[in-house]
């Protein structure tokens, strides 16, 4: 048996970034460009009115105040998406809006609540303003030729506005992975028909197909393949127009030799593990025709772990991104654990905040099959391959699984956790 780390970096050495492609830009939310973007202008292009006011010269109100204002003459006004058709001279002032461009002649703008109009075109002035007041100069966001954005990173919302902002409508962006998702096994029911004795209905295709969406993927199911070779094959086969393949269950000892007598048979170069984890041990990986084939246990919990450690770190290389795994914590265990050596186990838990310290504590039920204990958890806890024993106060190391939702999840919101978890 090899090491989750030992089978992510066998994985990662055959995952190959995918080409690229050009989206328009909302699309590219989240995902990593693919390109340098340079600003082909100043932004703002030119210098513009933070306020509401009049667009002065300093230097002719240097000397107001409430007491003694000074009165300027109104000789234009100018609103945003317009320019001021003559220069400012002395004495005179532009009535101005937010965004407009200061007119040739001014350097500053007054508040209008700092004013207060006299006369049909006059306007007293209540405050000396240095140049420069209330004036967004020209290039102060982003400077012309100047790199945005260096390819590599990822675009967030604000991203998204700024390549607007350049004038840009479509940015090149690593392809989404199209993941073919395979189910298998004689039980297993889809959706929408009435369970007869003995089967239960398909949950992992549905599991695997919310994950890969997750982790910016495209999935593409095939469906349910029977316990024989011909389905299995035949539904194989189909998933090779994707760019990965991944099956769940029948990979178990018995199921071993057929899932990979059919895959030999295709062509598939078969790394197979039993890697030294819990949930999870079982784990198929070839590649077949240049594409990565995942084999995931069928527990629904395992094919759900072993996405997150394997598939999911793939995905994102896939998509350019170069922070491949979950962030880690130190975390305080709030209970003790007990298991048996040799195998890592990922326990199931709820971290939470808590001023400066993180804490940690398990879901209850942490049956490979217990599908709600996945539900629940927001980390999983690192319990080492030799360790037996973590008594309660432990600094444990946990993945955290939604980044966002960890910080706000108290654990007394799981109901029971603690009472058990000998992590078996
Ligand atoms: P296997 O690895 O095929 O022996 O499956 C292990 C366990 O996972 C069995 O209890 C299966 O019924 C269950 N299982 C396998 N595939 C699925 C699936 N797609 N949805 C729900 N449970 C499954
Ligand atoms: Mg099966």
Do not use: C
């Not at 089978?7 to 989240?30: D, F, H, N």
């Not at 029911?189 to 695997?208: C, M, R, V, W």
């Amino acid at each position: 048996m090899i090491s989750v780390e030992e089978a992510q970096e066998a994985i990662l050495s055959r995952i190959q970034p995918l080409g690229r492609t050009r989206v328009p830009i909302v699309e590219a939310l989240g995902r990593v460009l693919a390109e340098d973007v340079r600003s082909p202008r100043d932004i703002p292009p030119w210098p513009n009115s933070a306020m509401d006011g009049y667009a002065v010269r300093a230097q002719d109100v240097a000397q107001a105040s409430k007491e003694r204002p000074a009165t300027l003459r109104v000789v234009e006004e100018v609103r945003a998406g317009f320019e001021a058709k003559r220069a400012l001279g002395p004495g005179e002032a532009i009535r101005i809006m937010t965004g407009a461009p200061i007119p040739r002649g001014a350097d500053a703008v007054v508040l209008v609540e700092e004013t207060e109009k006299a006369g049909r075109d006059e306007v007293r002035i209540f405050l000396a303003v240095p140049p420069g007041e209330a004036v967004r100069a020209a290039g102060e966001d982003v400077r012309e030729g100047a790199t945005v954005f260096s390819a590599g990173v990822r675009l967030n919302a604000a991203a998204v506005g700024m390549l607007a902002n350049l004038g840009r409508p479509t940015v090149h962006v690593y392809q989404k992975p199209r993941v073919a998702i395979l189910s298998t096994g004689d039980e297993l029911l889809d959706l929408g028909e009435t369970p007869k004795a003995g089967q239960i209905f398909n949950s992992n295709s549905y599991a695997l197909a919310a994950q890969v969406i997750e982790a910016g993927g495209d999935p593409v199911p095939l469906g349910i393949a029977r316990d024989n070779a011909e389905d299995l094959e035949r539904h194989l086969r189909e998933g090779l127009s994707a760019d990965l393949v991944v099956t769940s269950g029948g990979v178990s000892v018995g199921d071993f030799d057929l899932v990979k007598g059919i895959l030999g048979g295709l062509g598939s170069e078969m790394h197979f593990w039993r890697v030294r984890m819990k949930p999870g041990k079982p784990m198929a990986f070839g590649t077949l025709q240049g594409k990565p084939v995942f084999g995931l246990p069928g527990n629904p919990v395992s094919t759900m772990v072993s996405f997150e450690l394997f598939v999911r770190p793939s995905l994102l290389k896939m998509q350019g991104w170069s922070r491949l795994f979950r962030s880690r914590v130190e975390a305080r265990l709030l209970h003790p654990m007990r298991k048996s050596p040799e195998r890592r186990h990922y326990v199931r838990s709820v971290a939470a905040r808590r001023e400066e310290e993180w804490t940690v504590q398990a879901v209850e039920a942490q049956g490979s099959n217990i599908l709600h204990s996945m539900v629940r958890a927001n980390a999983l806890v690192v319990f080492p391959e030799f360790e037996t024993k973590l008594e309660a106060g432990a600094k444990v190391q946990a993945l955290l699984l939604e980044e966002g939702s960890a910080l706000a999840a108290a654990p007394e919101q799981v109901t029971g956790a603690g009472a058990l978890v000998s992590a078996r």
